[in-house]
């Protein structure tokens, strides 16, 4: 697993790759929440994901729900269909706002 975080016109970027699984969770977390903690809104890129489990899955909804506690948002974006999987049989694509790449992510932020 490997996590990156960068800038995109004022927004923070984190990208995930490989396992996003209970091994790497409390890496991907502490990059998720101190994003986070900046009040600033965040796009995560999901495209190099090959394997997300329940823990990476609570990571994600953990810093969405304290991004909109801080009036901030968090998105996805290029999501893998192996990730994208997991986000649909926990009808988190509801729930997410998800995006094709970090283009439409960015002309979609509200």
Do not use: W
Not at 30 to 40: N, P
Not at 52 to 70: F, P, T
Not at 82 to 105: C, G, K, P, T, W
């Amino acid at each position: 697993m490997a996590s990156n975080l960068s800038e995109a016109r004022n927004q923070d970027v984190v990208r995930l790759a490989g396992s996003v699984d209970l091994e790497h969770s409390p890496d991907i977390r502490r990059t998720l929440l101190d994003a986070v903690a900046e009040r600033v809104d965040i796009f995560v890129d999901l495209s190099e994901v090959t394997y997300i489990d329940s823990s990476g899955i609570a990571c994600l909804v953990e810093a969405l729900q304290i991004a909109r506690n801080h009036g901030a948002n968090l998105g996805l974006f290029a999501v893998s269909r192996q990730a994208m999987r997991v986000l649909e049989l926990a009808r988190l694509d509801m729930v997410f706002s998800i995006h094709d790449d970090l283009a439409s992510a960015l002309q979609a932020k509200p």
